[in-house]
């Protein structure tokens, strides 16, 4: 069995705000770090600090067994590394690249047609949470690679958790992080929106905004175990209810003159739930319908 990697050299391929953030972090921890990117000037300041900037693809991937993919997405990968194939073979890719399940699938199965290993990542941080202890990425794929390359990996962010050996699973977690992500901040856009509407800033509702999101790990605990049962009675909260609520929520903005389409959409899933019959259910009934696609 492998031992855990101490070779201190990785290739950091893609430098944006991300990719600088990572190479960075591993010259701060003593790695040997080659980069490469398609506009050279973006490598710099990490040449500056001690980088070596590779002068092509295939040289960048023919320095180091490690190669850290920070692209835009999976179509960006391909482009990328296409034209310099023949060099990925004995490479581990670290895919940090953002896309979906399936194509982290297709693209690990790409690799390895190549004689490459990938590890799909998804990083949980913006560029300033890297380097920190605190902070997390899930990866899946390969436990032995994964494993193999664990010391490194925790340089880009302290918690490194291995969700599984399937490829996709890493993006998964990642996605299903983004969906409530961009939605909470969206429903913080339209909270503002509405304020400013009758006199207040941001600063204004942000106690009462910080409030409302701390509260919202208590019903995440309380609702899962009973979806996770499909336990929708209305023992505790009726989508009848609910559905009053999200239309008065929909008439004072409409009142105020602002845009609805965000709370229109919450009005719309709400009805969806009543016409099926669950008006007397809890208003946790709505994940059926979300189970299903729409026709």
Do not use: C
């Amino acid at each position: 069995m492998p031992g855990i990697n101490t070779r201190q050299s990785v290739t950091v391929i893609g430098l944006g705000p991300m990719g600088q953030a990572m190479a960075g972090a591993f010259l701060d921890s003593g790695h040997e770090v080659t980069v490469w990117n398609r506009t050279a000037s973006r490598a710099d300041d990490l040449v500056a600090r001690g980088a070596v900037l590779a002068p092509d693809v295939e040289k960048a991937l023919a320095a180091n067994e490690l190669v850290v993919l920070s692209l835009t997405d999976y179509d960006a990968v391909y482009a990328t590394l296409t034209p310099a194939e023949t060099a990925l073979t004995g490479r581990v890719l670290v895919n940090l690249s953002s896309d979906t399940p399936e194509k982290a699938r297709a693209a690990a199965r790409w690799a390895a047609e190549r004689g490459a290993v990938q590890l799909t990542g998804g990083v949980t941080v913006p560029p300033s949470g890297i380097g920190k202890a605190e902070s997390s990425t899930f990866y899946s794929g390969p436990r032995e690679a994964f494993d193999r390359h664990r010391t490194a990996l925790e340089v880009i962010t302290g918690r490194a958790d291995h969700q599984g050996e399937d490829p996709g699973l890493a993006a998964l977690m990642y996605q299903i992080g983004m969906v409530m992500f961009w939605t909470s901040m969206v429903s913080f856009w339209q909270a503002v929106a509405l304020a400013d509407a009758n006199g207040l800033k941001a600063a204004d509702i942000l106690p009462h905004a910080v409030e409302t999101a701390q509260s919202l790990p208590g019903f995440f605990s309380f609702y899962a175990e009973r979806v996770d049962a499909g336990q929708h009675t209305g023992d505790v909260d009726r989508l009848a209810m609910g559905t009053a609520s999200v239309e008065h929520v929909l008439h004072t903005h409409a009142d105020a003159g602002v845009g609805t389409a965000l709370p229109a959409a919450v009005v719309e899933l709400f009805r969806r739930g009543m016409d099926a019959g669950h008006a007397a259910d809890s208003f946790s009934s709505l994940v059926e319908l979300l189970k299903k696609s729409e026709v």
